[in-house]
């Protein structure tokens, strides 16, 4: 009987399917048309269309009924402790609630593991109601034509008409030869086929007629994501006191459960499921120059995995020509060191330049021929070919840009995220509670629901004062870090002085700076911890906006923004230094703090990939060895019998906000090039070479610059409370600075060229600022941030999805008034019915906007 039935079900199914063809029309009664579609919905629930999964694949994903699947696992020890009584309680209240919710719950448990597994199963009544609640975007039963992939070629800028013209055969033909050349990294058909693509609109269970309902209607990912919003928000304790006593998150704290997670879909190592196949053919080392199954990685992981890795090869293969570029640039500077006469300058030792003390009283006149190494280092970054790859990384960071907002344009469309609202999403539940007890309601406008005001001198006051105070004690604590790195910093460079001549080289100031950048990145990775312990504490509302708060590019760049800006800047002359209470302020070396800054960037960015590398990797490696002694020796055989429903315990917690870290890169990574232009005029010494070049001297080229950058100081003009104690005989010392030399009329003040090159720093500053920016503007009006032809598809895909909802409810309404007119009426029935049915011609009235049917009634 139970054969027959489910026979029956597939042809009731068929018969809906072909009924929705446009090109077909059917006398079937309404009334059994919607006989037949509740049987089918009721069939379904959760439940396969046909025997064959009757006897599934993968058993470990199934109840004991083998045709229910399990979506989400609920772990608890089974050990005596002093709370075990509470904590039963709390389960059996919990997992109550979850029954009267409509899930399907099923307790087992392993073999000699004192571990309580309870598996949990949506069927299809909670996800239909659950789709509506969340607004599901869901298939509907047209599919998309492929009329959009044909060879046409469309020109089109803002403001001007499309241009549409199809490219002559050998255009095509060539493009076809260079398309063959790149086949290599493109996904094997046979292995990732791709997917069926369906119009998508938002779930409702008045019109499910309307969607594409099969047994993969809903799939692993939305079940999981379901029951994910369940239970975060279900109670486990009956007492209406505490306002708290709810969601999976605050018993996995207290140890009621010891896991909760949705279930994978096999082993790593058996072929025949998703997982599988995104392990050996994409996730593994050997494919990483192919392109990525975004569809497939999207529908296993979820959208916001998704979206991150799309993202993430989109930038790797922007980054191809931008490495190239930066090559050659460091080529171009490696072949030319020698040819650069300032460097040369400084490693001559026939010159015998004593540089002034790095510190009061205890350090001694250094000689600048042991900066030798240091300035060869600094020219690498320090060159010509640095202001055209700056020039060209602003240009790339733009291009960059506008590409990624086309790009993201399509995934976002194919993966129907267009429509998404932060006004529709959800408050946290943590938030909910906290609003149990107020009185005062208010509309939402964006979702006409009723919801808490919270009064603001009693509640959004003071939150908001602590979160204010909270995030300038975090921006302290930073700039506390960048003073204490600046102190160690001096004080390691004075101690190093201190020893002598021999130590105060160019490796002692790299050094320096190395090791400061370590301490610096350390402080880094600390505070983001305290930046997101904080942000969950004061952020409630919604989890995007909590995602939102948090803020950690205070802690980045910081020590960036002070080496690049304010170091060696106003630190005055010997003799007369600018001291903050009462010490000297840190200085630049002769070449500028531009390599330092360049090692700043380098540890900080390279060191912060290495250990979110190892978070990532490394740690989860650790913690399933951890978990894996903790199973007995004895065990362990048998753990590798365990089914996959037990298996999955023992992979280490994925933290759901674990990807925030990567997604503040996306943000942060295209710099601007307004800092650019003021870092190459303030911090390297391109502008005064280029004035010198024209403006002092004679024959055009960089011979005696170096002379011309050291102003000069006697040493006989210390103040005595900061004189050095032995001067072996020097008279005079060098500084990095344009002053008046000793004697002159106004000795030690800035000199007429120092002027001149602040008048080019900010000539350069304006100029390269407007011409990027022109450069830029150009690009965007050229490169539109969505693809004619996607607008096109949108549009089409509104019309045609408009088109459906109108045929069916047009058909339904027909079907409804034959049923209604075939029905034996009384005269009196007729006479009062007759003349409603003709004021109304139509029974279905429609409400258009623009060409499209925004709203359907019936009448």
Known sequence: MCCEHHHWFVWVYY??????????????????????????????NGQPLNDARKTPLHPDLYLEDGVSSIDYVLVSKEIETEDQAEH??????????????????EVDCVEDVPLRFVKIHAPFEVCTRYAEILKLRMPMREKLDAEFHDHRVVLHFPGLPALEFTPPAVFQDMTDCVSKIFNFVRLDRNVFPPKNRHFTAVYSRDKEYLFDVTEEFFTAAVRARIIDFILRRKKFNDSENDDFAFGIEKMLSESTYE??????????????????LLFKNWAALRNFYKYQPLDYVKDYFGVKIGLYFAWLGFYTYMLIPASIVGLLCFIYAVSTINDHMPSNDICNKNLNIFMC????????FWKLDGFCFHAKFTYLVDNPSTIFFTAFMSLWAALFLEMWKRYSAEITHRWDLTGFDIQEEHPRPQYLARLAHIKK?????????????????????????????????????????????????????????????????????????TTAAFINLICIMIFNQIYARVAERLTELTQTEFDDSKLSTCSFYSSIFYIAFFKGKMVGYPGKYNRVFGSRQEECSPGGCLLELSVQLAIIMVGKQAMNTCMEMVIPMLWKWY???????????????????????????????????????????????????????????FIPELVYRHVVSDNGTLEGFLDHSLATFDVNHYPPLYKVNETDGITECRYPDYRNPPGAKDQYDYAPIFWHILAARLAF???????????????????????????EQIRREAYVTNELIVEQELRRAREANTTASSSPRSPLRRQYSEPARNRNVQDVRFRIDRGFVIEVSRR
């Open 15 to 44: 018969s809906t399917t072909e009924l929705h063809d446009p090109g077909e029309s059917s006398d079937m009664d309404a009334e059994l048309i919607a006989d037949h579609h509740d049987i089918a919905m009721d069939d379904l």
């Open 88 to 105: 039963e309680e709390r389960r059996e209240t919990f997992e109550n609630n979850l029954r009267k919710e409509g899930l399907t719950l």
């Open 259 to 276: 896991a909760a997670y949705p279930i994978h879909e096999g082993d790593l190592h058996v072929e025949g499921n998703d997982r599988s």
């Open 357 to 364: 003390p790095l510190c009061d009283k205890f350090c001694d």
């Open 441 to 513: 309601k208010t509309v939402n406008i964006v979702t006409k629901t009723v919801e808490p005001k919270p009064p603001f001198w009693k509640m959004r006051f003071p939150g908001i004062m602590i979160s204010l105070s909270s995030v300038v004690l975090l921006v302290l604590m930073a700039l506390v870090a960048v003073i204490a790195v600046i102190l160690y910093r001096m004080a390691v460079l004075a101690a190093l002085a201190i020893h002598g001549e021999s130590v105060i080289t160019s490796y002692a100031i790299i050094f320096t700076s």
């Open 627 to 685: 978990n894996m002694l903790t199973v007995p020796e004895s065990q362990r055989e048998a753990h590798n019998r365990w089914p996959r429903w037990a298996k999955d315990f023992r992979l280490v917690n994925f933290d759901p906000r674990g990807l925030f870290p990567e997604y503040l890169e996306m943000a942060t990574t295209p710099s601007s090039f307004c800092f650019q232009a003021f870092i190459i005029a303030f911090t390297s010494n």
């Open 765 to 791: 500053v304006v100029v390269f600022e407007n011409v990027v920016c022109v450069i830029i503007l150009f690009i965007k009006w050229i490169i539109p941030d969505m693809p004619y032809r996607l607008q």
